[in-house]
């Protein structure tokens, strides 16, 4: 079946250092894929995502590229700050049987001051 | 603009039980999906619904069924309830159903099995 897997599961860097999380899917048919952060408490909150027919898209200090071939999409967090602590999850987005959105197990960032 | 809202924020039930939880999308969007977030994993995807019809299904039982109004609002409704039930349940809407809408959560309700 569908699958997407994430990581690492925990990073830890420090304050204005980069992180990179990393995740593969399984069905070539996916062809969104967001990236959310999910605050305590809080549900998740989309913070970039890229297209299929895109390799690379930056926002500010946040990037992501996509290699389809290899069936492999990353984040990149650029100057990290405290306020970056959080837990991430990549997704992928297909119409396979139907719409669906598969989530990654989620990487837990601490950017440690 | 409201976002994505979700009643109860919280619930307790018992084994065996029944549940109902609600949502209600941001205005303008027809699309509502359900998710459902195990402690420590990220969320599974339980349905997607559009102008009332079931889009989208996840690897759920029978027990979990879903319903969309005509005012965009869902509901998930949960029978016979397990331990395993005990989750955060997500509701995330969009504008349209397709692959590549961006979905926009809410706070979830937190459903403890006792």
């Known amino acids: 079946g569908e699958n997407v897997e994430q990581h690492p599961s925990t990073l830890s860097v420090q304050e204005g250092d980069s992180a990179v999380i990393k995740c593969t899917y399984s069905?070539?048919?996916?062809?969104?894929f967001p990236w959310y952060k999910q605050e305590l408490g809080k549900g998740p909150q989309l913070i970039i995502d890229i297209r299929s027919n895109v390799g690379e898209k930056k926002d500010q200090r946040i990037a992501v590229t996509l290699n389809k071939t290899a069936k492999h999409f990353s984040l990149h967090i650029t100057e990290t700050q405290p306020e970056d602590s959080a837990v991430y999850f990549c997704?992928?987005?297909?119409?396979?049987?139907?719409?669906?959105?598969?989530f990654g197990a989620g990487t837990r960032l601490f950017v440690k001051a | 603009d409201a976002g994505v809202t979700q009643s109860p924020t919280h619930l307790i039930k018992t084994r065996g039980q029944h549940v109902t939880l609600r949502c209600s999308p941001i205005s303008g969007h027809k699309s509502v999906s359900w998710y459902q977030q195990v402690l420590g994993q990220g969320p599974q995807f339980i349905f997607q619904y559009y102008e009332k019809e079931e889009r989208g299904r996840g690897n759920f039982p029978d027990r979990f069924s879903a319903r969309q109004f005509p005012n965009y609002s869902s509901e998930l409704n949960v029978n016979a309830l397990l331990l395993g039930d005990s989750a955060l349940y997500l509701c995330a809407s969009s504008s349209v159903p397709g692959v590549q809408e961006t979905q926009y959560f809410g706070p979830g309700t937190r459903l403890l099995v006792l």
């Open positions: 069905d070539s048919a996916s062809n969104y």
């Open positions: 997704a992928a987005s297909m119409s396979t049987g139907g719409f669906k959105t598969i």
